[in-house]
């Protein structure tokens, strides 16, 4: 009784403290209003004493999930609303809030840790909470068997253990409108002379080539990393130099030219790019204001929501050539357990995670989020996404920077990207750059 009216506490001042952010749909829990916590039914009802509560009550579990787009929140939940009806002795309760990434590092450090939540298997933050012993060892789970191998390598950690079930993967890619590619006679474009030819022909007809979204410096962030890796191959190890002290950005022939291409694409985009959010950015792109939109995996569903007529493709942003392009890509969605919990949250979180693995299950999430998924049996019959899908097969990848590059580096590095949306001055930007990193990177 305790311990869940602390939770409930603990989750309602984090709804007080966050009612006021916007910028991307958020749920605080299933049945909840935006922003704001809604009271759990069985609350009133609750036995008063030890003898009552053994008679039979559902054990509640949180399942604290960081991703805010409409679709995998959808997939959640009608995963959550299955698995509830056919497990009447547990209650998932999906809690989503904003910027919780923060939140949930906040929530471990003091000690308040969800039982079941989502988490990045391949980033450093992921594998120092592992290093201190807040995330539950999963390995020898038989629902990990349902992962393709490839995405189960993917999240294994440095002592060989897993500790996540890998759900989805991700991607960042040029979301396009295959309707205009045809009516132009447009194909996809394999090189950036081909991009820029796409680009011209669509201007001339009339028709804004790109939508970028910039009002958010973590979106930014995302379409840097997009073009960094498209465009300067090295960009992410080169970061790491910098931040070891062994080199500078600035004067790098790399990022020069990354910055220089990022120009160009400026001169293809909506004129209010820095001030669009990434929500008002897809509403636009899914109506036809633009034929084509950078963005990640997480916003395939979000987009397909909006217009359920969209033919929608995605394509890697092109290099000069072929070989030379790169996409950023890794797993997305990954669902951990605490392994502070007790043995009964414990017992029920393996469950639901057995739940979430099953291939129908997983099916149902795939067809929400629109995100490649890492579980065996997942049909995706979609050829729009078909050149996104070869890149990911090639092995033409490169992980997030947060794989490599330790959060405070990185987003510092996100709002001086956001500065040069503003003045794209690419010599300001790659000495702003060093004068980030030689502060962010001080231990």
């Given at each position: 009784?305790?311990?869940?009216?602390?939770?409930?506490?603990?989750?309602?001042?984090?709804?007080?403290?966050?009612?006021?952010?916007?910028?991307?749909?958020?749920?605080a829990?299933?049945?909840?209003?935006?922003?704001?916590?809604?009271?759990?039914?069985?609350?009133?009802?609750?036995?008063?004493d030890?003898?009552?509560?053994?008679?039979?009550?559902?054990?509640t579990?949180?399942?604290?999930?960081?991703?805010?787009?409409?679709?995998?929140?959808?997939?959640?939940?009608?995963?959550?609303?299955?698995?509830?009806?056919?497990?009447?002795d547990?209650?998932?309760?999906?809690?989503?809030?904003?910027?919780?990434?923060?939140?949930?590092?906040?929530?471990?450090?003091?000690?308040d840790?969800?039982?079941?939540?989502?988490d990045?298997?391949?980033?450093?933050?992921?594998?120092?909470?592992?290093?201190?012993?807040?995330?539950?060892?999963?390995?020898?789970?038989?629902?990990?068997?349902?992962?393709?191998?490839?995405?189960?390598?993917?999240?294994?950690?440095?002592?060989?253990?897993?500790?996540?079930?890998?759900y989805?993967r991700?991607?960042?890619?040029?979301?396009?409108?295959?309707?205009?590619?045809?009516?132009?006679?447009?194909?996809?474009?394999?090189?950036?002379?081909?991009?820029?030819?796409?680009?011209?022909?669509?201007?001339?007809?009339?028709i804004t080539?790109?939508?970028?979204?910039?009002?958010?410096?973590?979106?930014?962030?995302?379409?840097?990393?997009?073009?960094?890796?498209?465009?300067?191959?090295?960009?992410?190890?080169?970061?790491?130099?910098?931040v070891?002290?062994?080199?500078?950005?600035?004067?790098?022939?790399?990022?020069?030219?990354?910055?220089?291409?990022?120009?160009?694409?400026?001169?293809?985009a909506?004129?209010?790019?820095l001030?669009?959010?990434d929500?008002?950015?897809?509403?636009?792109?899914?109506?036809?204001?633009?034929a084509?939109?950078?963005?990640?995996?997480?916003?395939?569903?979000?987009?397909?929501?909006?217009?359920?007529?969209?033919?929608?493709g995605?394509?890697?942003?092109?290099?000069?050539?072929?070989?030379?392009?790169?996409?950023?890509?890794?797993?997305?969605?990954?669902?951990?357990?605490?392994?502070?919990a007790s043995?009964?949250?414990?017992?029920?979180?393996?469950?639901?995670?057995?739940?979430?693995?099953?291939?129908?299950?997983?099916?149902?999430?795939?067809?929400?989020?629109?995100?490649?998924?890492?579980?065996?049996?997942?049909?995706?019959n979609?050829?729009?996404?078909?050149?996104?899908?070869?890149?990911?097969?090639a092995?033409?990848?490169?992980?997030?920077?947060?794989?490599?590059?330790?959060?405070?580096?990185?987003?510092?590095?996100?709002?001086v990207?956001?500065?040069?949306?503003?003045?794209?001055?690419?010599?300001?930007?790659?000495?702003?750059?060093?004068?980030?990193?030689?502060?962010?990177?001080?231990?």
């Open positions: 009784m305790r311990k869940k009216l602390a939770v409930i506490l603990c989750m309602t001042m984090i709804g007080m403290c966050f009612s006021g952010c916007g910028g991307q749909n958020q749920t829990s299933a049945g909840s209003q935006e922003g704001q916590e809604a009271e759990p039914k069985e609350q009133e009802e609750e036995p008063q030890a003898e009552e509560q053994a008679s039979g009550e559902a054990l579990i949180e399942f604290f999930q960081q991703k805010g787009e409409e679709g995998p929140q959808k997939g959640y939940q009608a995963i959550i609303d299955k698995f509830n009806a056919e497990n009447p547990i209650v998932i309760e999906m809690n989503t809030v904003p910027d919780a990434p923060t939140v949930l590092t906040s929530r471990i450090s003091s000690g840790i969800p039982v079941i939540f989502s990045f298997p391949t980033q450093v933050a992921f594998r120092q909470k592992v290093a201190n012993g807040y995330i539950q060892d999963l390995t020898g789970q038989l629902f990990l068997d349902n992962v393709e191998a490839s995405s189960l390598e993917l999240a294994k950690q440095e002592d060989g253990g897993y500790y996540a079930l890998s989805s991700s991607f960042m890619g040029v979301y396009y409108n295959r309707a205009i590619f045809a009516e132009h006679g447009l194909e996809v474009p394999a090189t950036w002379d081909e991009f820029l030819s796409v680009c011209e022909t669509l201007k001339a007809a009339g080539p790109m939508g970028l979204h910039g009002k958010d410096p973590g979106r930014v962030g995302h379409t840097f990393q997009c073009t960094l890796n498209a465009w300067a191959p090295h960009g992410v190890e080169i970061i790491e130099k910098a070891a002290g062994e080199t500078k950005i600035e004067g790098n022939e790399e990022f020069i030219q990354a910055f220089e291409k990022m120009k160009t694409l400026f001169s293809y909506n004129e209010d790019a001030a669009l959010s929500t008002q950015c897809y509403e636009q792109f899914a109506n036809g204001q633009y084509m939109c950078i963005t990640g995996s997480y916003a395939r569903g979000t987009i397909e929501s909006l217009n359920a007529d969209l033919d929608l995605i394509f890697p942003l092109p290099n000069n050539t072929v070989e030379t392009t790169k996409c950023v890509a890794g797993i997305d969605a990954a669902i951990c357990v605490s392994a502070k043995e009964e949250e414990k017992e029920a979180a393996y469950r639901f995670l057995a739940f979430l693995a099953e291939p129908e299950n997983a099916q149902i999430f795939y067809d929400n989020d629109g995100a490649p998924s890492c579980i065996k049996g997942v049909v995706n979609d050829e729009g996404i078909a050149p996104i899908i070869e890149i990911l097969n092995g033409r990848t490169h992980d997030w920077m947060a794989s490599t590059i330790s959060n405070n580096v990185s987003t510092d590095l996100y709002s990207v956001q500065g040069f949306w503003a003045d794209q001055d690419v010599d300001a930007l790659l000495k702003n750059m060093d004068a980030s990193i030689a502060v962010t990177s001080v231990e």
